[in-house]
């Protein structure tokens, strides 16, 4: 990894909270948990938090987010507020999704 | 046999259905939406989509007892309560009471990215969990089509959509999803293709600068409905759809007869004026006094104790009251004891449809037993023959349903034949009152006759009518050997004939008076005679008592010169004494 390819986050070693909604342990919410896991691992590996919030369980909480698709990333910080919905499955598109690659 | 047959009675189960509480819907489709299943409101952006959604949950919740949810992908809460409370819908008292719950859902692609597989599950369970929280048995969807605008793989969104209407079946929820308009399709993202057990179609036209809106149920699977175009109105009590589809002629109809408020007009139709529910329509050139009629009809009816509406198309009601006290009707008593109402509005301010609309609206809140619209002819000019016809048999059959007696007037303008849209016109009316000027001998006169009153006999006269301080009277036309005159000919043709009567009797007079001398002559002559007559006899009894005293001296002296002779008294000397002794009792 070159330094021009080194992210934001990674220069000013802020902390990440990232809140993944799902509903229930379908094939796409677990696809979405181990790939935002194995990302996060590589790009922010101890800088970041990861909340796993089951819709089926607490179905009050969609709409302080405003989700209407699962699954859905929330990135709560840094600011501001990033939203990427589905498994995760382009890294890419996750990572300028979350602004840890700057937008082309 | 024909009276003893049952009218037949549809066997199968009729689909069960949540009414909307919207003033005229429900009788459109025949008592509202289909329930526990969608239904596509579909229109452009203004049309009232929102407004009809948030209806039908506000009317379920309070009327029906049935919560509802509504979804808005658009507007914020905050926003939607005050837009409604204009209506009079307190939104938040509502979700207070756990009646309502508005949930706001925010589509916006620019703060969303998509990668890969997702589905819309959070959507199902924020509606699953909004629905039972309050127990909803409605849900609004508005307008669900933003998530197109917020979602790229619409392959997925469409599979998800389809899933939504069946889930809310499954949950029997009767829903409305709104649509915008699109212009190959009907919605613009294809919405009809999932939701097909009704389909509401709400309009809005500008016709030469007139703007109507129209509904129209464009299918209803499983029920009938009717099919037509029907305006409605958005004004402060939230829509009304016009309600009547055409009644037909079914009305039931009473003999009783009301007055028309114009004493010898009521002696022209058999004495006792217009059958009550019927439609009379006071047709005439500029000028005639046909507000006049209206008046005088509404006066009567209030003083009856009548409820009347009174609809002017060219006056405000102020004017109407100065200008019918001129001709001594007063209408302020019956406005003030809530009798009387007149509402005025310019005929250029609506279509057609939304002043038949309001007409209705204002009819079905006020319960009036009379109604007079003046003019008529102004809300004729402002659509097409074949439309007024059309609006205006759906407004007599609605009249005549809730047996309400209506005087139309009707501005004529040309003097020889009537237009064709008033011919076509005249056909929906009962008793038609014409009114005409009668131009001769350099002035102008008015004259009425009754061209039509179905029912009843009615005078064939043309009567003179004059409009006084004391309200309109009516005169009779002089028709006599000279012809027809009216107005001042009339009163020089009376007076003429009076003249000449006057003549006849003072010939009379004169004979009599000539026959009166006469008669005090000949009885002074009859006078004098007798009093030659009472003359003579006088005298000649004068004579007798003449002769009577000369006897009685003669007698005298002979019985002294018999005396004198002492001679006996002779048998004819005793008889004459006798006489004379009798004669001289006698006197």
């Given at each position: 990894m070159t330094d021009t390819e080194k992210t934001a986050g990674e220069e000013n070693g802020e902390e990440w909270i990232l809140r993944l909604y799902v509903a229930g342990q379908t094939p796409k919410s677990l696809a979405a948990f181990a790939n935002l896991k194995r990302i996060c691992e590589e790009h922010m590996a101890g800088r970041y938090k990861i909340e796993v919030i089951d819709l089926l369980e607490?179905?009050?909480?969609?709409k302080g987010d405003q989700?209407?698709?699962?699954?859905t990333l929330v990135?709560?910080?840094?600011?501001?507020l990033r939203k990427i919905i589905g498994d995760l499955s382009n890294t890419e598109k996750v990572l300028v999704g979350l602004d840890v690659r700057p937008r082309s | 046999m024909y009276h003893t047959e049952q009218p037949r009675r549809s066997t199968h189960i009729e689909l069960p259905k949540s009414p909307t509480g919207i003033q005229g819907l429900d009788e459109v489709t025949l008592g509202?939406?289909?329930?526990g299943r969608p239904t596509l409101v579909v229109g452009r952006a203004g049309s009232g989509k929102t407004l009809l959604g948030m209806e039908f949950l506000v009317h379920g919740a309070l009327e029906f007892g049935e919560p509802g949810v509504f979804v808005s992908f658009e507007e914020t809460p905050e926003d939607l309560v005050q837009n409604v409370a204009s209506l009079g819908y307190d939104l938040n008292d509502l979700r207070e009471r756990n009646l309502l719950s508005i949930d706001h859902v925010e589509v916006s692609r620019s703060d969303v990215i998509e990668t890969g597989e997702f589905d819309l599950e959070a959507l199902f369970i924020r509606l699953g969990y909004a629905i039972d929280s309050i127990g909803a048995k409605r849900i609004v969807l508005d307008?669900?089509?933003s998530l197109f605008s917020g979602l790229m793989n619409t392959g997925i969104l469409r599979a998800e959509l389809r899933r939504l209407f069946f889930w809310l079946k499954d949950k029997g929820v009767t829903a409305v999803v709104t649509g915008e308009s699109g212009e190959?399709?009907?919605t613009r993202h294809g919405l009809e293709e999932y939701i097909s057990d009704c389909v509401i179609l709400l309009d809005h036209r500008v016709d030469d600068q007139v703007s109507t809106r129209r509904l129209r149920v464009v299918k209803y699977r499983g029920s009938v409905h009717g099919t037509n175009e029907y305006p409605f109105l958005i004004d402060e009590t939230g829509i009304s759809v016009?309600?009547?589809?055409?009644?037909?002629?079914t009305h039931t109809v009473t003999s009783e007869r009301i007055s028309s408020g114009v004493e010898r007009l009521d002696a022209m139709l058999e004495g006792e004026g217009f059958y009550r529910g019927s439609t009379i329509m006071v047709a005439g050139t500029p000028g005639t006094g046909k507000s006049s009629f209206g008046a005088s009809f509404v006066n009567a009816a209030c003083l009856r104790g009548e409820k009347c509406l009174y609809f002017s198309f060219e006056e405000s009601p102020d004017q109407i009251v100065r200008n019918m006290q001129s001709i001594g009707i007063d209408l302020v008593p019956h406005i003030e004891s809530g009798l009387l109402e007149i509402n005025s509005s310019r005929p250029?301010?609506?279509g057609l449809e939304m002043h038949l609309l309001m007409l209705l609206k204002q009819i079905q809140e006020k319960q009036p037993r009379v109604v007079v619209i003046d003019p008529l002819s102004d809300l004729i000019a402002i659509g097409t023959t074949k439309d007024v016809k059309v609006m205006l048999t759906r407004l007599i059959d609605y009249l005549k349903t809730s047996r309400i007696t209506t005087l139309f007037t009707h501005l004529i303008h040309t003097r020889e034949k009537m237009a064709p849209s008033d011919l076509a016109v005249s056909s929906l009316i009962d008793t038609l009152i014409q009114l005409q000027d009668i131009e001769s001998a350099g002035e102008r006169n008015r004259g009425l006759y009754v061209l039509k009153s179905r029912g009843m006999g009615h005078s064939n006269q043309i009567r003179e009518y004059r409009i006084t301080d004391d309200g309109i009277e009516l005169t009779d036309v002089y028709a006599g050997p000279a012809g027809m005159f009216m107005g001042t000919a009339r009163l020089v043709q009376e007076a003429r004939e009076r003249a000449e009567a006057e003549a006849r009797r003072e010939e009379i007079a004169s004979r009599q008076r000539e026959l009166e001398q006469e008669r005090s002559a000949v009885e002074a002559r009859i006078a004098a005679l007798q009093s030659v007559f009472a003359s003579q006899e006088e005298d000649v009894r004068r004579m007798i008592e003449a002769e009577s005293r000369q006897q009685k001296i003669i007698d005298a002296d002979t019985r002294a010169i018999g005396k004198l002779r002492k001679a006996d008294a002779s048998d004819d000397d005793k008889k004459v004494q006798a006489t004379i002794g009798e004669a001289e009792e006698e006197r």
């Open positions: 607490h179905p009050q909480l969609a989700i209407f698709a699962v699954p990135r709560k910080l840094p600011p501001p | 509202g939406l289909p329930r307008t669900i089509e190959a399709t009907m016009l309600p009547i589809t055409s009644t037909g002629l250029t301010m609506y």
